[in-house]
């Protein structure tokens, strides 16, 4: 297992699983953790900053980063492009840090591919019902948005097989700390 490899984890699942808040919850825990910003195209929802929350770049400065070759991965997910700076993964792993990748299942496959040796977890709802009543408590899309989500829901959930491990988010702290230890386990 080379140095890259050994320090990078991916978490996916479907959007209101609540991947973003076990992460954080992570961060609190455990210093040796950093997330990777991920860039996206998507529209900054209030709350969010820049640089912080996602690096949020034109269409046209995405696709200029990727015919450059500047992204580890990338996909169109509901009508926007997201993707992973290489320049965010080996700054943070040569710094020491074990870097978390938020990223949906078609990037997961294709970190595996380059970092065959990293740690892929699914993080999974405890049910369809619980995942668009979150989405909905969110409050931050229309009815065509979340429909739009749970549609893409029950398609990533088909490769939760594809995943080291598969954890479900029942309640966020003891989330976090199964993702902790099953990193320690595999170190």
Same mark, same amino acid.
Request: aromatic share 8%; glycine share 4%.
């Given at each position: 297992?080379?140095?890259?490899?050994?320090?990078?984890?991916?978490?996916?699942?479907?959007?209101?699983?609540?991947?973003?808040?076990?992460?954080?919850?992570?961060?609190?825990?455990?210093?040796?953790?950093?997330?990777?910003?991920?860039?996206?195209?998507?529209?900054?929802?209030?709350?969010?900053?820049?640089?912080?929350?996602?690096?949020?770049?034109?269409?046209?400065?995405?696709?200029?980063k990727v015919n450059?070759? %500047?992204? +580890? !991965?990338?996909? *169109?997910?509901?009508? @926007?492009?997201?993707?992973?700076? &290489?320049?965010?993964?080996?700054?943070?792993?040569?710094?020491?840090?074990?870097?978390?990748?938020?990223?949906?299942?078609?990037?997961?496959?294709?970190?595996?591919?380059?970092?065959p040796n990293c740690?892929?977890?699914?993080?999974?709802?405890?049910?369809? %019902?619980? +995942? !668009?009543?979150? *989405?909905?408590?969110? @409050?931050?899309?229309?009815?065509? &948005?979340?429909?739009?989500?749970?549609?893409?829901?029950?398609?990533?959930?088909?490769?939760?097989?594809?995943?080291?491990?598969?954890?479900?988010?029942?309640?966020?702290?003891?989330?976090?700390?199964?993702i902790i230890n099953?990193?320690?386990?595999?170190?």
């Amino acid at each position: 297992m080379n140095n890259i490899d050994k320090n990078i984890i991916v978490i996916s699942g479907p959007s209101g699983c609540g991947k973003d808040t076990v992460v954080k919850k992570i961060l609190q825990i455990d210093q040796r953790f950093v997330l990777s910003v991920s860039a996206t195209t998507r529209e900054r929802r209030p709350i969010e900053k820049d640089g912080i929350d996602y690096i949020f770049l034109s269409s046209q400065d995405f696709i200029q980063k990727v015919n450059d070759g %500047e992204f +580890l !991965e990338y996909t *169109l997910y509901c009508n @926007n492009y997201y993707g992973t700076l &290489k320049q965010q993964i080996e700054d943070k792993v040569k710094a020491g840090k074990v870097v978390v990748l938020v990223i949906e299942v078609e990037g997961a496959q294709n970190v595996k591919k380059v970092y065959p040796n990293c740690l892929t977890i699914f993080l999974a709802p405890p049910s369809l %019902e619980e +995942l !668009e009543r979150r *989405l909905r408590n969110r @409050n931050t899309e229309d009815d065509s &948005k979340i429909k739009q989500r749970m549609f893409k829901a029950s398609e990533e959930l088909g490769f939760k097989s594809s995943y080291d491990y598969i954890v479900e988010n029942n309640e966020v702290e003891e989330c976090a700390k199964s993702i902790i230890n099953i990193f320690d386990s595999e170190k």
